[in-house]
């Protein structure tokens, strides 16, 4: 079943998404970059980790250039 969460005891592995780790690594790329503007790409769901949740992260952290690989998924990042 599509977006059905499985148990974490059935599951096998769970993967921890940190995005202050996120974040962080989008500032130390900035400063390398001496003023030259970064974009972050987030197509096919962020590579699963979530583009809702990581997009507004490294928004929040300033990040004002994003890729997407379709067009659906540059909708999605507009309605958030």
Same mark, same amino acid.
């Given at each position: 079943? *599509? ?5 974490? =005891?059935? *599951?096998? *592995? ?5 995005? =202050?780790? %996120? @974040?962080?690594?989008?500032? %130390? ?9 970064? +974009?972050?790409?987030?197509? +096919?769901? +962020? ?12 928004? =929040?952290?300033? @990040?004002?250039?994003?890729?997407? +690989?379709?067009?659906?998924?540059? %909708? ?5």
């Amino acid at each position: 079943m *599509a977006g059905a969460l499985i148990p974490e =005891n059935i *599951a096998g *592995a769970i993967l921890n998404i940190d995005l =202050n780790a %996120i @974040c962080r690594n989008y500032h %130390i790329l900035l400063d390398r970059l001496n003023g030259v503007p970064l +974009a972050a790409v987030v197509k +096919a769901d +962020a590579y699963g980790l979530g583009i809702e949740q990581v997009s507004q992260a490294l928004a =929040n952290a300033g @990040c004002k250039l994003f890729f997407v +690989a379709h067009i659906n998924e540059g %909708i999605k990042l507009r309605l958030n």
